[in-house]
């Protein structure tokens, strides 16, 4: 065989396992990182998951362009079929309402036709306690009272961080909240989560590297393999 055409496979080869992987990533699952303490301590900074995109039903691109920039323009989208909708207490993928070019991964209280409320930094659903998370973290032991509202996203007086709603979740959509309650940008600060934007289920967490300890302490090896409730 001639040179050139072992070099021409080669090519070729790469550019099907190119392939292969964007498809995989697209459609079936896909690695991320936790950049941000809104998921502590059920989620930390550095850990590294794998994504199940196919749970919710995988969507085809909804944007073309060139990689790692904002160039480019969006396309329509579609929907696979999917296993099920996000459920009350599932951990979610989906893409930041304010920006859809951001993915936010927060844990969903409520869907469509529920009523949230949030008194003294209690959640409540339909009126019942929401079952804390194992691992739910508050913060700041300060409790904000109603009349100390900050939230322009629903109508005025609906409260604050600590003492919130009730609001109704409009039909199809979902409320995401962090397990780091005092310290998440989540659906109380920007709203709710239409099912376009749902990417997928996360998984378990594969790697976990610690930014701020010395390198032979970083890698966090018992989060190592630890399914993500």
């Not at 301590?41 to 196919?54: A, H, Q, R, S």
């Not at 995988?58 to 920039?69: D, K, N, R, S, V």
């Not at 209690?122 to 739910?136: A, I, R, W």
């Not at 109380?188 to 997928?200: L, S």
Request: with cysteine; net charge positive; hydrophobic share 40%.
């Amino acid at each position: 065989m001639k040179p050139k055409n072992k070099r021409f496979e080669s090519v070729q080869a790469i550019l099907v396992a190119i392939l292969a992987a964007l498809i995989l990533r697209q459609f079936v699952i896909a690695a991320y990182k936790i950049p941000t303490g809104s998921m502590e301590d059920t989620l930390l900074i550095g850990d590294f998951l794998l994504v199940n995109k196919f749970y919710y039903g995988a969507q085809t691109p909804y944007w073309i362009g060139i990689p790692f920039t904002r160039i480019g323009f969006e396309v329509p989208s579609l929907r696979l079929p999917k296993i099920t909708d996000p459920k009350q207490n599932d951990i979610v993928v989906f893409r930041y309402p304010r920006d859809p070019y951001l993915e936010y991964i927060k844990r969903c209280v409520a869907v469509g036709g529920q009523t949230v409320e949030i008194v003294n930094k209690q959640l409540y659903v339909d009126g019942k306690p929401f079952p804390n998370p194992p691992k739910l973290k508050f913060a700041d032991p300060r409790i904000f009272p109603r009349s100390n509202h900050y939230f322009s996203t629903f109508r005025p007086g609906l409260g604050s961080r600590d003492n919130f709603g009730p609001v109704t979740v409009e039909d199809g959509k979902y409320f995401m909240m962090g397990d780091n309650r005092d310290n998440s940008s989540d659906s109380r600060v920007w709203g709710f989560v239409p099912p376009k934007y749902i990417v997928g289920k996360p998984l378990i967490i594969y790697f976990s590297w610690n930014p701020g300890y010395r390198l032979l302490y970083k890698v966090r090896w018992k989060r190592l393999a630890t399914v993500i409730r």
